[in-house]
């Protein structure tokens, strides 16, 4: 229902699609198809995914296999579904078999990773796991107490920095040595997000992962990338970086219970070919919820 509310803009732009498709005949397909792709790229799909589906839709009626409006626009969302559901893609975390597991959540500033890192812990806690916070955002110093507020609201244990200006790669495997002695399942690594385009986070985040890799051979697990669902196609840059430099495993996108860009989505994961793990669509506890494709193609094609 969230994801639905959420995705109202979207829908509504999409929502053309349907009265072009009513009166759609073969005659009419390239006017219709033009017109499809602008509402398409209006609803952030990017050119790339855009030509994708237009051209793939003009086959399948050019071979003559869709003879009317409602057989393109179930097309439609099939391609979007296809898109999104990549081949071999893991949606489910990745926690391998070594105790304890480690999940790295990065991102720029604000985009939500100490409130998703928070939910995660909530839903791993209450799946039966030993769940233990590391507070890896040295840089900001807010973000500690911020996940001091999570760690008490979740019942998780945490490790924060035992000194002002400590390296975040040492706090990281301070806590993940504290993990493997203490028994926890999960070690949830909390990190810096200062501008994407700032070189030093970028080492910094590589240091993170060597550190941790250290303590526990394979760690991390999994490093999930949090994305604002709001920013559009502004999260391509972003993501393609982060990507090239540490290895995303999985995306967290956010704020889905905003005004979210939904094309961007399917753009994002087609272009990076990572899979959405879970999305957030709010600030409480509960607010973080596997991704969920279909649910995602029917919240933004009514
Ligand atoms: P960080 O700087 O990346 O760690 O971002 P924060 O976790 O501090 O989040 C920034 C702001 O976004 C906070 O006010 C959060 O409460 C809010 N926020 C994070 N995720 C969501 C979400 O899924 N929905 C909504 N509505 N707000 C969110």
Not at 7 to 12: V, Y
Not at 63 to 77: H, N, P
Not at 106 to 124: E, I
């Amino acid at each position: 229902e969230k994801i639905f509310s959420g995705f109202s803009k979207t829908r509504d732009n999409l929502a053309v699609i349907d009265e072009l498709l009513l009166y759609w005949n073969l005659a009419e397909t390239d006017r219709v198809l033009d017109e499809l792709e602008e509402v398409l790229l209006v609803s952030d799909f990017g050119p790339r995914i855009t030509i994708k589906i237009v051209e793939s839709l003009r086959e399948d009626i050019l071979a003559g296999k869709l003879k009317s409006g409602s057989e393109i626009k179930d097309t439609l969302k099939r391609i979007v579904l296809d898109l999104l559901i990549k081949k071999g893609n893991k949606v489910d975390l990745q926690l391998g078999f070594r105790k304890p597991a480690v999940v790295m959540i990065v991102g720029v500033n604000g985009g939500g990773k100490t409130t998703s890192l928070g939910k995660l812990a909530y839903r791993l806690k209450n799946e039966g796991a030993k769940i233990l916070m590391a507070a890896g955002d040295t840089f900001r110093a807010a973000a500690s107490d911020q996940l001091e507020i999570w760690a008490e609201r979740t019942g998780c244990d945490i490790v924060v920095a035992e000194k002002e200006k400590a390296k975040a790669s040492s706090v990281l495997s301070q806590a993940v040595k504290r993990g493997k002695e203490q028994g926890f399942d999960v070690v949830l690594c909390d990190t810096s997000g200062r501008l994407h385009t700032n070189y030093s986070l970028m080492e910094e985040l590589i240091a993170c992962k060597k550190a941790v890799g250290k303590v526990v051979p394979g760690a991390p697990n999994e490093i999930l990338l949090v994305l604002d669902g709001n920013t559009g196609l502004n999260m391509l840059p972003q993501a393609r970086e982060f990507n090239e430099v540490v290895g995303i495993t999985g995306l967290i996108l956010t704020k889905l219970d905003g005004s979210a860009r939904g094309g961007c989505v399917v753009s994002v994961v087609d272009e990076l070919g990572i899979p959405v793990k879970f999305v957030g669509v709010g600030e409480g506890v509960e607010d973080l919820q596997p991704f969920d494709a279909e649910a995602f193609v029917n919240a933004v094609f009514s």
